[in-house]
């Protein structure tokens, strides 16, 4: 078998949708796996939908995901150019485009937008569609000739049978078989000269040698027509692997309004890049095991496309923030200190020691932006519900906490060692001598010096935070809102 070739071929329209990237990293991933190239290919033959400085977005992105491609516009493995619009001024589709005409494959046609738009329309999955009458097929090589030579403008369009069918094979969905009558005679060289995504999509593929083609499974209605392609060259088609839709919770499309659909929004909302890449692998594919996280090495060892799913993927927000968690977690507290450090310092503007507090919140978020609701209440004691001092589990209320509150005052206030284990073994001592659980003490204290029911750490850890003066005069606050 020769070696495995995979392509990823975005266009530049804009940040890259979730789709995308799962086809690029699922055709990283089936090159990889066995030791084939991964390339990337930029179709830009869509010059009405190109948008400026998104062929960068397509580099930062692979660069940032890990997926290394082997050749591309920047590096040259002799199958060059990589860019559609400089292929196009090679002559390459047109060519190919007239060998298809040579064979009776193809023919020019020339009928205007007003011919055109007084033909039939018919309704496929959802799309009005004009079915084209072959009018310009019955035009002889003269007659072809005479408007050639006059200028006349003409597209060249794909010959297809209206009778018989056309078979063609997918990985996941098996051997499909469509009728030839629903086929439209697609367009394969547009009026400006520019080739069609889809012929020069099979022009590529196969003289750059691409072995596996992955790509949407909105693209199965398409197939057939690249398969006629494949048989009017009489070259060898692909491997096709057509992947399931992403949709959103609601089982709609994942759309740009849903605020995730790319991957740049994710970045944007704290996620890390390599919980995304495990994410995005786990849409539509899933390993013999029930595992979930997965490095880049380890998706590369074992992925086997064969366990792709046919069913639409469901992108869970949920789920993604759960993983990304699982992350942060594992992080090296170095690197995660440096990416929490704007968040810690956009919400603390005292002088407090961040790298304490990002300590304590580092095992609580699940994405960045979740820094600030835990940390607010070091800047500022929010206003607070003297309701929050009542806990059935630790046995407290309104009138207990106050008695704690007093009690423990002047022991905080005699204390010179304001860190946190000299604190706790102060109230430690406290505890004992007055019989009581540990919570029933320290829950009080950690609702005065915070004003929150969960916050990231301990009573004595946020007060070594706070410091002694900021502690004391929370607890006095505290209170003052029980005695009132």
Known sequence: MSKVRTRFAPSPTGRMHVGNLRSALYEFLIAKHED?????????TDQERFVEGAVDIIYRTLEKTGLKHDEGPDKDGGYGPYVQSERMKTGIYMKYAKELVEKGEAYYCFCDKER?????????????????????????????????AAGKPFVIRQN????????????????????????????????DGYPTYN????????????????????????????????????????VYIHLPLITDENHKKLSKRSGHSSFEDLLEQGFLTEAVVNYIALLGWSPED???????????????????????????????????????KAMDFDAFYEMAEPYLKETIKKDLDLKKIAAMVKTRIEVFPDIAEHIDFFEELPEYDISMY????????????????????????????????????????????????NGYVMWPIRTAVSGKQMTPGGATELMEVLGKEESIARIKKGIELLQA
């Open 290 to 328: 029930n595992r979930e996280i997965f490095t880049l090495d380890e998706l590369i060892k074992e992925f086997d496309y064969h366990r792709i799913s046919k069913s639409p993927a469901v992108f869970d927000y949920t789920k993604l923030k759960w993983m990304n968690g699982e992350y942060i």
């Open 36 to 44: 084939g190239d991964f390339m990337l290919r930029i179709e830009d």
């Open 199 to 238: 012929f020069a999509n099979v022009v590529d593929d196969h003289t750059m040698n691409i072995t596996h083609v992955v790509r949407g499974n909105e693209y199965l209605s398409s197939s057939p027509k690249y398969q006629r392609l494949y048989d009017a060259f009489g070259w060898e088609s692909p």
């Open 116 to 148: 055109l738009s007084s033909l039939k329309t018919e309704v496929v999955e959802g799309k009005e569609i004009m079915l084209y009458d072959k009018h310009c097929l019955h035009l002889s090589k003269e007659e072809v000739e005479a408007n050639l």
């Open 160 to 191: 297809i049978p209206n009778e018989g069918t056309t078979t063609f094979h997918d990985e996941l969905y098996g051997d499909i078989t469509v009728e030839n009558a629903e086929l439209d005679d697609m367009i394969l060289i547009k009026s």
């Open 390 to 437: 009542t806990h059935k589990k630790m046995k407290t209320n309104a009138e207990t906490s106050l008695e704690v509150l007093k009690d423990v005052l002047p022991l905080l206030e005699a204390q010179e060692d304001f860190s946190n284990d000299a604190l706790y073994a102060t109230l430690l001592k406290y505890v004992e001598e007055k019989g009581v659980k």
